[in-house]
């Protein structure tokens, strides 16, 4: 057993244990068909754990025995509680239809003896299994099994969330970047100030629709002066007045 941990080790680098400490939320659908060949016993642990972790449980008819929407992010588990070391070909024909409709998706088994680990081992490499397609989890018993459900779930919850505010962030940088160039450009017109800029932006956008823009409808969209409107307009349209200024 353990050179088969050593082998397909926890993908996750999260440590134990208290996710609801760390503001975890999501959904767990669990399949009614895994459910209804699980001890009772199993399921009310497995309900009290979501529970004290700030997951939601749903009965429902899937494919795989978990999906956790969690993060923003779907991720889809095989949970085998009860290896049969006689029926291992139907558990990865299985795995390898289910591996190609989800993108996220892992396979975790309780395998407690030498000989259960030694035939999952064996049907690994008999069936042809591409490392990492999916991930493998062999785990001593199916309480820590399912805690290691949570903590993938968990895991590729939380980066997803790291992921999208950075590019939140990426793209506010952008933003401010791309207005601090327009206000550059656009006071760089005579008489027009930062005040005159943004009124301009907000009322006609960028830079070539104010370059299209006539006179009449820059006094009817913004609250400039006709004078400011007709030295615009003279701007784009005069290379002697668009070729002279300099950007500060």
């Keep these: 057993m353990a ?3 050593s082998s397909y080790s926890d993908p996750t680098a999260q440590n134990p244990s208290n996710f609801a400490s ?6 767990c659908m669990m399949s009614s068909k895994w459910r209804d060949e699980q001890h009772p ?3 009310n642990f497995i309900s009290s754990f979501l529970s004290a972790n700030s997951f939601r449980l749903n009965f429902v008819l899937v494919a795989p025995d978990f999906i956790f929407n969690c993060g ?3 991720i889809s588990f095989v949970f085998i509680t009860n290896w049969d070391c006689h029926n291992t070909a139907v558990v990865f024909s299985r795995i390898k239809k289910l591996k190609e ?5 892992y396979v975790v088994l309780a395998l407690p003896t030498r000989e259960q680990n030694d035939s999952f081992v064996r049907s690994y490499f008999k069936y042809g299994m591409e490392l990492g397609r999916p991930t493998f989890v062999p785990v001593q018993d199916r309480e820590m099994g399912f805690e290691k459900i949570i903590k993938i779930a968990h895991s590729r919850g939380v980066c997803k969330r790291q992921d999208a505010i950075s590019k939140l962030k990426a793209e506010r940088r952008r933003a ?5 160039v327009f206000l550059r450009v656009v006071t760089s017109i005579p008489l027009i100030d930062n005040h005159d800029a943004n009124a301009l932006n907000q009322a006609i956008g960028s830079i070539e629709a104010i ?3 006539s006179k009449t409808y820059i006094l009817e969209n913004t609250d400039l002066s006709a ?3 007709e030295m615009i307009v003279r701007f784009f349209q005069d290379p002697k007045l668009y070729l002279s200024p300099k950007i500060n």
């Design 3 to 5: 050179n088969c941990r």
């Design 22 to 27: 760390s503001g975890c939320a999501g959904v």
């Design 41 to 43: 016993s199993f399921i």
């Design 72 to 74: 923003g992010m779907s």
């Design 101 to 105: 409709q989800f993108a996220h998706f």
């Design 176 to 180: 401010v970047q791309t207005m601090d």
């Design 211 to 213: 370059a299209k823009a």
């Design 227 to 229: 004078e400011k409107a």
